[in-house]
């Protein structure tokens, strides 16, 4: 009986795990906007408001999917997103953006914001083909070995 009932449970399981194995397997890049959402496997995200932007072009968040695997939320600290983020998303000291995943395919994401239901539109990238956002600050011309003082083991 427990041997039938794991045969019949398995293949919920495996479809409840769908949507954030989809999420994980690629970089996922908006499209027809030029402030691009970039949403990485492994959680992060980052919204590039162009060049014109300055020092503040990128903001950068984690992101998080319900259990039910229905809902995408985008959570953004307080004092990176006040200029950038509007006030209705503020929950507490932070802000969350919370979007239904609409359609989720290999190559293609919809997500409904849930309160101001916009759309947004989402293709599959490679993931060889995507610069890490932590290489945006690394300056070449800084010297790749430290020199220390004598005695510190230098």
């Known amino acids: 009986m427990r041997t039938l009932l794991l045969l019949l449970l398995l293949p919920l399981a495996a479809l409840r795990a769908q949507p954030d194995s989809l999420l994980r397997a690629a970089h996922w ?25 300055g020092k503040g072009r990128y903001l950068m968040g984690r992101y998080e999917i319900d259990p039910d695997n229905q809902e995408l939320t985008l959570s953004v600290d307080y004092f990176l997103g006040r200029r950038r983020i ?34 947004r539109f989402f293709t ?18 800084l010297p790749t070995k430290l020199e220390l003082p004598p005695g510190w083991g230098g």
């Open 86 to 119: 509007p006030a209705r998303y503020r929950r507490g000291q932070d802000f969350y953006l919370v979007y239904q995943i609409d359609t989720l395919t290999p190559d293609r994401l919809v997500l409904r914001d849930l309160l101001t239901d916009e759309l």
């Open 29 to 53: 890049a908006e499209t027809g906007t030029e402030q691009r959402l970039l949403l990485t496997p492994d959680g992060t995200f980052q919204q590039d408001y162009g060049p014109g932007a």
């Open 124 to 141: 599959a990238e490679s993931l060889e083909d995507v610069e890490d956002p932590a290489n945006r600050r690394v300056n070449p011309e």
